[in-house]
């Protein structure tokens, strides 16, 4: 009787070890690269950490038809210490850092010096070395001598704000340079009636950078 009890609980043991060692497996080859238990470090942003200390990047993309839900895919940044990972989200933009690099969203923006970047307003920000739009280098643009250029008779002024900036040199719309703009004279406004974003120097006349005859 003892031998039998005995011989039950070393089965018993031995298929526990089994068992423990199928759902190893089963959760090495199905989350190595998936969250277990994610939570975001901020609600609104795709920045996570699972209950293993892992930090993910949550990346939504559109179903193949209409009527089908957005798919989730996470990204496992392997590189990317969770505990060091820190927010810097401005006005409703999703920035973060791990302390050596800096993110907008999901995208790292590319040789950004952290001890100097800063956010500037809207889809901008800078080091001292260039200037962002989200996560785009705006080659040309000098970051020392950035400016908003804000619009005048506006409705909504707050909607039509930081569209266009520039340097002493160069003006840009967005993430584009105007190439025949000048920069000392440009000035940003709305037409009464009209919900079109104008700009104006002294020898053009644009819309949504671009050139337009009047």
């Given at each position: 009787m003892k031998n039998n009890l005995?011989?039950?609980?070393?089965?018993?043991?031995?298929?526990?070890l089994l068992g423990v060692f199928l759902l190893s497996i089963f959760l090495y080859f199905n989350y190595r690269r998936k969250p277990i238990l994610p939570n975001?470090?901020?609600?609104?942003?795709?920045?996570?950490?699972?209950i293993l200390g892992r930090f993910f990047l949550r990346i939504k993309t559109g179903g193949l038809f209409v009527f089908t839900r957005d798919?989730?895919?996470?990204?496992?940044?392997?590189?990317?210490?969770?505990?060091?990972?820190?927010?810097?989200?401005?006005?409703?933009?999703?920035?973060?850092?791990?302390?050596?690099?800096?993110?907008?969203?999901?995208?790292?923006i590319e040789n950004a010096d952290i001890q100097s970047w800063e956010y500037l307003g809207g889809n901008y920000s800078?080091?001292?070395?260039?200037?962002?739009?989200?996560?785009?280098?705006?080659?040309?643009?000098?970051?020392?001598?950035?400016?908003?250029?804000?619009?005048?008779?506006?409705?909504?002024?707050?909607?039509?704000?930081r569209k266009h900036v520039k340097d002493f040199d160069h003006v840009w719309y967005n993430d584009k340079m105007i190439p025949e703009a000048d920069a000392a004279s440009f000035?940003?406004?709305?037409?009464?009636?009209?919900?079109?974003l104008y700009g104006m120097d002294k020898r053009f006349r644009y819309k949504e950078g671009e050139v337009v005859q009047d």
């Open positions: 005995y011989d039950n609980l070393i089965m018993l043991k031995k298929l526990l975001p470090y901020e609600s609104g942003c795709p920045y996570y950490r699972d798919v989730t895919v996470w990204n496992y940044k392997k590189t990317i210490d969770s505990d060091k990972f820190t927010i810097l989200t401005k006005e409703n933009r999703c920035y973060g850092t791990d302390g050596k690099d800096i993110f907008y969203n999901i995208w790292k800078k080091d001292n070395n260039n200037v962002y739009y989200d996560n785009k280098v705006l080659s040309g643009l000098n970051p020392s001598e950035f400016t908003f250029i804000y619009p005048t008779s506006c409705k909504n002024n707050e909607i039509y704000a000035k940003v406004f709305c037409k009464p009636g009209d919900g079109n």
